[in-house]
């Protein structure tokens, strides 16, 4: 017999006691109800079973939760119903066989997903031929029947909850637990309602760091099978309704889910530890003091090639996270479809692309396995950044050093931070240059090259004004071809550019700095000691872009340490509030040297909270 249902079999006994369940029991009894609900045994008859589900406590995750309601209706295999009122807004989704659909009447807005329809609206013959699986739990029932003997389970007393008297367990997964079936760490409470003590959870609670969260389970039951129509999407005439891809709202639900058991682990102090990950051609992947580095080179595809061969998974994990996490679920707070959006982007943005960029894209592509579709929309992504920037030298520093930082402010928490990567590149006839970047992205927004030449991004407003070259194609653009600030203007300045940005650029030859404001029709400059309507504190041998009162703190700290400010000095100079909630890295750059230092945001902290790590892009490339 094999191990597994001899370990079911075990379960089985414990639930079988009649008197004084262990807390072991209660927890199986818990699991096998659920299991029964999702995936029930072969010749259960047909139901439906329905909750409504209740956020009683919400650290750590929107505040619009808190009190929000969802109901919650499965009649296995393929049949679900969700509805829920967040703050102002309501929003309901449903499968009903090999149909997905999402709905936001506030919107007046709804996507209909289904098989046979084109994934891309620039290659439609590509149809999506998937087929929804029947719903399934995370993990098979075998493993489920095992987690009770994996956990820590341990009687809490007993609790009323809305009424019900409730046994109460706190159950937290031992290590092996982790390590084998990627169970999130953390606290659960589950309170076992009475006197079934079999039964369904009447409520679930979570805690992890800053995470704490509790979910009352409400007027659960089960009925007979709801007809067919019950399953239906119900519209309005008023209503837009969009028909896209299954697999595209089926990978956005696999994502939303996933999230939450996603952690980025903080670095711990530096060792000078540095070790070869694997190669291809004359690209690698190395771990320097516990950072990625991506070392790449030559045409643009040998390039492609290497970063798609050494980055396979989690360039896949981005874009995931970009297209069917936050693009996909963008479409329901905006009421437009994401896909027609950045599709529609894509074709006026295509035309004025470097042919160079977009071979290495596909060659991407093809080394992950993804379609060049996607990558490509990955890359056109917009974006919108919120960000602050500096540069200083001469009387500002200690030894009239310069430093540029650069800070990103962005969508902390959506899966960029643990794909994270510093790449080193060196392009066949461009200068050698490095990328604060992500897995997969082609693109710069924070960067510098071998001629000393620094920029950072900061982006504005201006969504959809799309006649001109991507933002980070024009970023990358400077550092492969500009070998002095004026020559990175004049890149800067032809373009032609898209939407409202800023910028700070650095030459550490020349020892000048300059911030530029950019729209498709304009283009000021704001040089070092110079003021602007938008920045007006001029600072001698100072050039500092923020927005809001963050501007104002950035300006405070600058004066406070004017003349005594060192690498170390001028990292502080980026922490909070300077730097956001939002912040996900935060780079400071010696252009004179070429010395740089990287902090990327971790679970617990921003980036500029974490640690720094220094790297000298000189080095790097002549290695």
């Not at 373009?495 to 910028?503: A, D, S």
């Amino acid at each position: 017999m094999r191990l597994s249902v001899l370990l079911a079999f075990a379960v089985c006994s414990v639930r079988a006691e009649q008197q004084a369940p262990t807390p072991i029991a209660l927890f199986a009894g818990v699991l096998s109800n659920i299991v029964e609900i999702v995936e029930p045994a072969e010749g259960t008859p047909a139901r439906t079973f329905a909750t409504r589900l209740e956020f009683t406590k919400t650290n750590g995750i929107p505040d619009r939760f808190l009190g929000s309601t969802v109901e919650l209706a499965l009649q296995a295999p393929d049949r679900l119903l969700l509805s829920a009122k967040l703050g102002t807004n309501s929003y309901s989704a449903g499968r009903n066989g090999q149909q997905l659909w999402v709905y936001v009447p506030g919107k007046q807005f709804a996507v209909v997903g289904e098989t046979g329809q084109p994934r891309f609206l620039s290659a439609p013959q590509k149809k999506d031929n998937s087929k929804l699986e029947p719903l399934r739990l995370p993990m098979p029932r075998e493993q489920i029947a095992l987690l009770p003997f994996l956990m820590q389970i341990d009687p809490m007393g007993s609790e009323k909850v809305q009424g019900e008297e409730c046994d109460v367990l706190q159950v937290r997964a031992r290590p092996e637990a982790l390590k084998v079936l990627a169970i999130p760490p953390g606290n659960f409470k589950v309170w076992c309602r009475r006197p079934d003590r079999s039964g369904l959870p009447a409520r679930i609670a979570y805690s992890e760091g800053t995470m704490d969260i509790a979910v009352d389970f409400l007027d659960t039951r089960f009925d007979k099978p709801w007809p067919g129509d019950k399953w239906e999407l119900h519209t309005t005439t008023s209503d837009r309704v969009e028909k896209t891809a299954a697999s595209h709202l089926n990978r956005f639900l696999t994502v939303a889910f996933n999230r939450f058991g996603e952690s980025v682990p903080t670095l711990g102090p530096t060792n000078g530890q540095q070790r070869v990950l694997a190669s291809e051609g004359n690209g690698r992947l190395e771990l320097i003091d516990g950072t990625r580095v991506l070392f790449l080179k030559g045409s643009p595809e040998e390039i492609g090639r290497q970063h798609g061969t050494l980055l396979r998974k989690p360039i896949r994990n981005v874009v995931d996270h970009i297209l069917y996490g936050v693009g996909v679920g963008s479409s329901f707070q905006k009421g437009k479809w994401f896909f027609r959006e950045i599709e529609e982007a894509q074709q006026r943005l295509a035309p004025h692309m470097r042919p160079e960029y977009l071979r290495e894209m596909d060659s991407l592509a093809f080394a992950t396995g993804l379609e060049k579709e996607e990558v490509r929309l990955a890359n056109y992504f917009p974006e919108l950044f919120h960000c602050s920037g500096f540069a200083l030298f001469g009387d500002a520093t200690v030894g009239g050093r310069m430093f540029h930082g650069r800070i990103l402010d962005y969508l902390r928490g959506v899966g960029l931070e643990q794909n994270a990567v510093v790449m080193i590149i060196k392009p066949n006839g461009g200068n050698g240059w490095v990328n604060i970047s992500y897995a997969g992205f082609v693109g710069s927004v924070t960067a510098m090259n071998e001629k000393h030449i620094a920029i950072g991004e900061m982006g504005g407003r201006g969504e959809g004004n799309w006649d001109g070259k991507p933002m980070a194609q024009l970023v990358r653009e400077v550092m492969e071809r500009a070998n002095t600030i004026d020559e990175a203007l004049e890149i800067m300045r032809k373009g032609p550019r898209t939407c409202e940005y800023y910028y700070v650029i650095s030459d550490g030859k020349s020892r000048r700095a300059v911030g530029i404001a950019a729209t498709a029709t304009k283009f000021e400059t704001v040089w070092a000691g110079e003021s602007h309507p938008q920045l007006p504190h001029a600072i001698k041998d100072a050039v500092l872009m923020s927005a809001d009162d963050r501007y104002g703190k950035l300006v405070e700290r600058v004066r406070q340490n004017y003349g005594r400010i060192d690498a170390a000095a001028a990292c502080d100079l980026m922490r909070p509030p300077v730097a956001m909630n939002s912040n996900i890295h935060s780079v400071l750059f010696a252009p004179d040297t070429l010395d740089f230092w990287v902090a990327n945001a971790d679970s617990k902290s921003v980036a500029s909270e974490t640690r720094f790590t220094h790297y000298n892009l000189k080095d790097l490339l002549s290695r």
